[in-house]
Nanobody, 128 residues
């Protein structure tokens, strides 16, 4: 059974940087990260969970939520079975719980309902 575990959250000042990691485990023998769409989703207090950065199974396509374009980068280490979210120039509105998730293709990148496997989340607070 595929399992995801996030790490790297914390408190950071506006303008700062943070990198989140998500370790995948429980792949079957014929699967790895290239078998899945991967995504980072964010849930701010009182808000719906939204996709902020997603990558196709081939790695050829990425999608970023408009407010994070140019500041956030999604990446993956296939050998390590880990995905990352590199976040720069953080703003208070980036505050929330960040979840990594996996979806079996085909489908639409960053469409939340397509993602069936989720981590428990890691909290990011951007505040001075």
């Amino acid at each position: 059974q595929l399992q995801l575990e996030e790490s790297g959250g914390g408190r950071v000042q506006p303008g700062g940087s943070l990198t989140l990691s998500c370790a995948f485990s429980g792949f079957t023998s014929d699967q790895n990260l290239e078998s899945y769409f991967i995504g980072w989703f964010r849930q701010a207090p009182g808000m719906e969970r939204e996709g902020v950065a997603c990558m196709s199974s081939s790695g050829a396509s990425t999608h970023y939520e408009r407010s994070v374009e140019g500041r956030f980068t999604i990446s993956r280490d296939i050998v390590a079975g880990t995905i990352f979210l590199h976040m720069n120039n953080l703003k208070p509105e980036d505050t929330g719980v960040y979840y990594c998730a996996a979806s079996r293709p085909p489908g639409q990148l960053c469409l939340r309902r397509d993602y069936k496997t989720w981590g428990l989340g890691t909290r990011v607070t951007v505040s001075s």
